[in-house]
């Protein structure tokens, strides 16, 4: 047993139930196949990271520490094509934002192409490896499928010395791309087509973003993972779904290469969400269309926008552990996502006034060219984060919609002769409205009670309607932008044709809102509730201090509950 390596945590999980992992991990611990918990974060830089990848990351991150172990991040940069700097970058900054602490372990692949070219001419030496003239499509054919078994290579039965020369020779730049390959001998009947000897290796002359054109000859992906993993010392290797019919190569890789207490690959469930594009495919041609401003774009699920939208770690943790581990695929609602940072924002962030839909509303028994400043909670549900001083005065914004001509019923805001309280402030009674040539109003007009004073008991009045405001003098004018789903999962992610089914409401800019003057001291990624309109967060891109911008990160009302 080496119960002793657990950490302290470990313990304190046992009460919920554990996942399938956690379950496969302690059994291996108990039979003591391994006696340390080593993970890992894999990812190709061939993108910008998404929510799912979130997911994988925290998982890892979450097992190597509950089990007292190690986390590694690893670019799987085996794939000079699709690879790029700027996205190493972005990824090794969005796995720190995430709080997944790699510590001093960033690994690259491409740093152990020598051991896995060693371990390829060790596979040759075994006659587990031989090189092969067929090409790609000869390869396909002879494969064979589900029904058929596989035809073998004229080229298996090559001796020894002949593919260890061979192999020399391709990774020296003799033969042309495509021209030869290295295969693995396994089993051409095996009705796995994974087994039926798979490519292991294949010349690319390619510059790539670590090695330079140190190598024109690359190892596939299924040969070096395993090694990668081996290398590290990694113990429950984690990853999707659709790799299960690739775990008997995986263990044979690490079998034949001979690696002592080899790592083990454990599937679950890829996370996918409604209403919103996951999958870096689908990502990327929405940013080369230019359909979105960058892989950050507010409305992507990339972790990048997610961050830049106002979504927090801790929030993206919540999701996770709500969605928990599966071995099924499955679609988890955006409501859930939703629910999450609503929960994580309502008790740590202000709630401010802003006025998005600007009327002017006048109090016409304030003395002119008075003002004043009422002091209001932060947050009436949570006393720690004080108190500020917020203007009032005769000319005040409020929302267009918070005043009617006419009401239908119940209707508690401003209209005509009803009284109202002002969020903070006082009793305010309409006592009209200015509208112009169109009919549009242009002013509402009210008087108000001084007696009403907020905290002063409201002269024994009560009214029905509150509604919030911004003072005119001091307002400052900023941009939101308010966001809907991508694409309209109901109406079908997919058009016919394969493109996706755009929502063309998905972005809409409000330019002319009003907010608090306290807010000009907002710098990028502060976020706020902004009372009844959503909670809003300022856009670390195009907001400037003379134009403000901030992405509403989600609006207050929700139609997703949780049974806790
Ligand atoms: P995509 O499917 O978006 O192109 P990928 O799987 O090609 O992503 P990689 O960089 O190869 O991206 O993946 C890195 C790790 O993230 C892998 O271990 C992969 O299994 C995991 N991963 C990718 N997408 C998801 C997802 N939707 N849910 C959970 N894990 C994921
Ligand atoms: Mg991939």
Redesign the pocket.
């Known amino acids: 047993m080496e119960e002793k390596n657990l950490a302290p945590e470990a313990e304190e999980k046992e009460v919920v139930s554990k996942h399938f992992i956690e379950q496969e991990i302690d059994k291996d611990l108990a039979e003591g196949v391994y006696n340390h918990v080593q993970t890992r974060?894999?990812?190709?830089?061939?993108?910008y990271?998404?929510?799912?990848?979130a997911?994988?990351?925290l998982?890892n991150y979450g097992l190597a520490r509950q089990y007292g172990g190690k986390f590694n991040l690893r670019f799987?940069d085996t794939n000079p094509t699709k690879e790029k700097t700027e996205f190493v970058e972005s990824i090794t900054a969005d796995v720190k934002w995430l709080g997944a602490d790699f510590e001093e372990r960033l690994f690259f692949a491409s740093n152990y192409f020598e051991e896995m070219y060693e371990c390829a001419v060790k596979l040759i030496k075994k006659g587990k490896a031989y090189v092969c003239d067929l090409s790609a499509e000869e390869i396909r054919e002879y494969r064979g499928d589900f029904t058929n078994p596989g035809k073998e290579s004229p080229y298996r039965n090559r001796s020894v010395e002949e593919n260890l020369t061979l192999f020399e020779e391709m990774r020296a730049g003799k033969y042309q791309d495509g021209e030869k390959v290295l295969r693995a001998k396994i089993d051409m009947a095996s009705p796995n087509i994974n087994m039926r000897d798979p490519v292991i290796y294949r010349v690319a002359r390619m510059e790539h973003h670590n090695t330079g054109n140190k190598w024109c000859i690359y190892p596939m992906y299924d040969f070096a993972h395993p090694i990668e993993d081996a290398i590290e010392h990694i113990t429950h290797s984690?990853?999707?779904l659709?790799?299960e019919d690739h775990r008997p190569l995986y263990d044979w890789v690490v079998k034949e290469c001979e690696f002592e207490n080899p790592p083990r690959q454990i599937e679950?469930?890829?996370?996918?969400l409604t209403n919103v594009v996951?999958?870096?495919?689908y990502?990327k041609k929405l940013v080369e269309d230019g359909i979105v401003d960058g892989w950050d774009d507010p409305r992507l699920v990339t972790i990048a926008a997610l961050r830049r939208r106002g979504y927090t770690p801790e929030s993206l943790k919540m999701f996770v552990d709500l969605v928990g581990v599966a071995k099924a695929n499955s679609s988890v609602d955006y409501a859930m996502l939703e629910y999450c940072i609503r929960e994580d924002l309502k008790l740590k962030k202000a709630r401010m006034m802003a006025v998005l839909d600007p009327v002017k509303l006048i109090i016409d028994n304030y003395p002119e060219g008075q003002t004043e400043e009422l002091s209001i909670p932060n947050n009436l549900e949570n006393e720690a984060l004080g108190e500020r001083l917020v203007p009032f005065g005769r000319e005040l914004y409020i929302e267009r919609e918070d005043f009617m001509e006419e009401p239908p019923r119940k209707y508690f805001r401003l209209f005509p002769g009803n009284e109202v309280r002002l969020m903070g402030a006082y009793f305010v009674t309409c006592t009209g409205c200015e509208k112009d040539e169109n009919g549009n109003v242009t002013v509402v007009h009210c008087t108000y009670d001084p007696e009403t004073k907020s905290g002063s008991g409201f002269n024994g009045r009560k009214v029905k309607g509150t509604i919030h405001w911004v003072a005119a003098h001091s307002a400052e004018k900023v941009e939101c932008r308010l966001y809907e789903n991508i694409v309209d999962e109901e109406k079908g992610k997919l058009n016919a044709d394969g493109t996706l089914n755009l929502n063309p409401n998905s972005l809409t800019v409000v330019k002319d809102c009003y907010v608090e003057p306290a807010l000009k001291a907002a710098r990028a990624y502060d976020s706020f509730q902004f009372m009844r309109n959503g909670y809003f967060c300022v856009d670390c891109k195009d907001s400037t201090p003379e134009n403000p911008v901030f992405n509403r990160i989600v609006s207050l009302k929700s139609s997703f509950k949780i049974n806790k």
């Open positions: 974060f894999p990812p190709e830089p061939n993108g990271l998404h929510i799912g990848h997911k994988s990351i998982l799987d984690i990853c999707t659709e790799f679950f469930a890829k996370l996918y996951t999958g870096k495919r990502i």
